[in-house]
Antibody
């Protein structure tokens, strides 16, 4: 069974950093298209970043230059390093497998506030 | 970035109604479009992918159509479980979601 478990969220001050993790089981992160998708409280879904199986990465304009997606194949884990955080980055962050996403994690909440 | 315009933003309906939600891309995306249902406090659930392919386990009252730049999600005979928020997503060029349609009780 495919399972995705996010962690690493929390309260951080504006300008701070966090690293989110997504531990995967039931499949290989390195062989799949993986992405991060976020949802601000009471708002819609927003695609954040993706990594192809070959390692190429892409970012939404709103996070480009501040966020970095990566993976550790030995740990079968996806990461999102978030720097220079802003209030508007406050959201529930989901890890997702595939282009049309069948498998979602439960999300990890990031709150950016002073 | 391919903006997706989804409408209506809210739809009031009754059990048994047929409802239609539309999603429009500002350029052609082929058939690279998915539809999701999200209930409060839950992760989204994939309903339809590749514009019209029903995900395994999803009831047949859900259907998708369209290609190019305009797409629709239709729910035939709305059930009480179907009151939720629905999103479209293009995955032709990176990914973008529509703004969502909340289906509420009339």
């Amino acid at each position: 069974d495919v399972q995705l478990v996010e962690s690493g969220g929390g309260l951080v001050q504006p300008g701070g950093s966090l690293r989110l993790s997504c531990a995967a089981s039931g499949f290989s992160v390195s062989s799949n298209y993986m992405s991060w998708i976020r949802q601000a409280p009471g708002k819609g879904l927003q695609w954040v970043s993706l990594i192809y199986s070959g390692g190429t990465t892409y970012y939404s304009d709103s996070v480009k230059g501040r966020f970095t997606i990566s993976r550790d194949d030995s740990k079968n884990t996806l990461y999102l390093q978030m720097n220079s955080l802003k209030a508007e980055d406050t959201a529930l962050y989901y890890c997702a497998k595939g282009r049309a996403v069948r498998s979602w994690g439960q999300g990890t909440l990031v709150t950016v506030s002073s | 970035d391919i903006p997706m315009t989804q409408f209506p933003s809210t739809l009031s309906a009754s059990v048994g109604d047929r409802v239609t939600i539309t999603c429009r891309a500002n350029q052609g995306i082929g058939r690279w479009l998915a539809w999701y249902q999200q209930r409060p406090g839950k992760a989204p659930k994939l309903l339809i992918y590749d514009a019209s392919t029903l995900e395994t386990g999803v009831p047949s009252r859900f259907s998708g159509s369209g290609s190019g730049a305009e797409f629709t999600l239709t729910i035939d005979s709305l059930q009480s479980d179907d009151f939720a928020t629905y999103y479209c997503q293009q995955y032709n060029a990176l990914s973008t979601f529509g703004q969502g349609t909340r289906v509420e009780v009339k």
